[in-house]
């Protein structure tokens, strides 16, 4: 077999927030998960594309019809659109990394648990003919495979959707050894403007603006200096110190998830508990929010003592761990499963 | 990093069978917690305490010649059986007192990797067209409702004892071990199922010697082995999964195939047999060695009916196992 005709293996993060896309070529990009459509014709003229993705979508998005595709972690039931857009971002990514003409395309998909818990056979259809080959795996097995974290390991993947929880034990995870939180990147947007409003309710901003602040400036515990943003209030830029909404903001996160990690460890036979307390591993955009793996190592010491690292390439390491997934698999493996 | 490879390369067969399993439409298990077993392993465990004096002395007949096959040396005198004839007549426990449902099924592609097994006058070796027949074989027996693990995915060295560890491991319900045949005398034909048992044909011993070969067990082991089988039950199953993929493989392939000869269903001491802990057999399915087995074995079409026709065996005996009163034959 010579080498142009070898499938081009591509592994993709398909996240609530950002999607992200690593070839056996090499190659890698990330997208924001955002898919629009110019709303008319002359949307169409003056943008001069059919249609845009990720960071230019955003920016053109009062001449877009805009989706992002997988609020809550879910494709929408029933929204074409929604549903379209999936499709769109994923054949996008693909096209990044560049096949080449004729070559054929394997790719693992990594979604968010609970799009795979609720709705595999919505998402597979949802998917189909974006690739001539594929999987779809839920995204913190994914993280998990890549990093070879795969005994007594418990992998919290803090997405903008959800935040999925996963005990590897060396074998596949049963739902017993997953979970799925609503508390993430996106609850922690929505508490921080709540914040803001209460405090300062002629303030005006959008999600947009409280999803910058959050990823420029969250943190858990003690901040680094005072978080300052400006705000329209009565149609005047005004300066607003916002570092106690934030850290309020973002340290609600920190009973939900920890509760979550008592119920899974609850469930690990007792030899384990050790290993998997000091195997506690942070993935996604979420897991380099400053001060919370230090903070959830403290509610781990509650019973006894944890360790908690984050993932160092947060950005690639599910499009990484589907990579791994995807060059491991057999030629006959693919065969089974026709994009 | 032996035990990382093989974590990984059952992750990787759950995911795939899992992602066949939504392409072919059935809803995701709810719960694919490990299933708890221990009273099934323990009524076994029981049953082989029970039966298995009497292995020894089966087993001793069956030790086919070789390298893996060495006779085994006689225990010390603490632990030594009395001498096979003072034995009382192992009890006959029938199977139908356990309607256990199957449910895990483990496909064993033989061969692979450095062993490639026989040549097929094709081009084609056995390990290739193994691997192909049991990866046609698992979406067949997964849309059946069966959980399928296959010992091997890939084109790789795996040996029996590791193919029997993991199909121990993996609690599967039935093993099933996949060949194909080679003799000198290229007009032969025919099919032949094997289940574990004694053997005098000096053909099925010589079977055994080769497909034995590259274990990976020493003799303390397979000592160990013939002192753990229980024979009448795990036979009897054995036997009866084998008359249903026999009948399965007969009937199918003979239409596709009319010269194919019928060899059998037979008792043989395969190893991997012997090491695996639920019931199990071994079909030679055709002969490479001959030239129409062979030119047919390279069409995907046929491999699909072989496929076919140990899904409908397995299937058979499956359903025989569910029916009350059922024997396990079909």
Known sequence: MTKKSEPLRVGIDLGTSRSSVSASSGARHVVDSYVGWPVDTVARK?????????????????????????????????????????????????????????????????VPAEALRVSRQHLRNAVKGIADSLMIVSEPFAVAYGMDALLHTMIID?????????VMNGRYPTEDEQRTLLHAGDWVD???????????????????????????????????????????????????????????????????????MFDLLARVEPE???RVRNNVILAGGGSQVPGLAEALERTLGEVGSGKVRAVEDPVFAGSNGSLALALDAAESDWEQLPG | MAELARVKRQLVSDVVRENVETLHGLPPRPLRRPRQRR???????????VVAPSLLFVAASALPTG????????????????PATSFPAPQAISPAAFPLEVRKIVLDPGHGGSDPGAPATVGLWEKEITLDVAQRLRPLLAQAGFEVLLTRERDETVSLRERAQFANFQRGDLFVSIHFNALPTRSYRGIETYHLGPTSDPHVERLAGA??????????????????????????????LAEAIHRGLTTTLVRGNPAVRDSGVKPAPFLVLVAT???????????????????LLKEPTYRQEVARALFEGIRAYAEARRRPGGKGSA
């Open chain 1, 46 to 110: 003056v943008i001069k594309k059919s249609i845009l993705f990720g960071r230019e979508a955003l920016d053109h998005r009062s001449m877009l019809d805009l989706h992002r595709p997988l609020e809550r972690g879910l494709i929408k039931e029933g929204s074409e659109k929604d549903e379209a857009a999936v499709r769109e971002l994923l054949r996008h990514l693909i096209s990044l990394v560049g096949p080449e003409d004729g070559q054929k395309v394997f790719a693992v998909v990594g």
């Open chain 1, 190 to 260: 929505d508490q921080l403007a709540t914040y803001i409003r209460t405090r300062q309710p002629e303030a005006q901003f959008s999600v947009h603006m409280v999803r910058e602040w959050k990823e420029r400036w969250s943190f858990v515990g003690e901040p680094k200096g005072p978080v300052m943003v400006t705000v329209q209030v009565g149609g005047k830029p005004t300066s607003l110190d916002i570092t106690n909404e934030m850290r309020r903001a973002c340290e609600g996160l920190l009973a939900p998830i920890g509760e979550a």
């Open chain 2, 277 to 295: 802990e639920m019931p199990g057999i071994l079909a030679e399915i055709s002969y490479l060695s001959n030239e129409e087995d062979a030119r």
């Open chain 1, 272 to 274: 384990y508990h050790e």
């Open chain 2, 67 to 82: 390298r893996a096959e060495r006779p085994v040396p006689s225990r010390p005198a603490a632990a030594a059986p009395a």
């Open chain 1, 158 to 166: 803090i997405g903008a959707g959800t935040t999925d929880f996963c």
């Open chain 2, 211 to 240: 497909e034995n070969r590259e274990s990976g067990y020493s003799l303390a082991d397979f000592r160990r082995l013939l002192e753990g089988v229980y024979v009448h039950v795990r036979q009897q199953e054995s036997r009866q």
């Open chain 2, 39 to 49: 009273l099934r392993g323990g009524l076994w465990r029981a049953l082989g305490v």
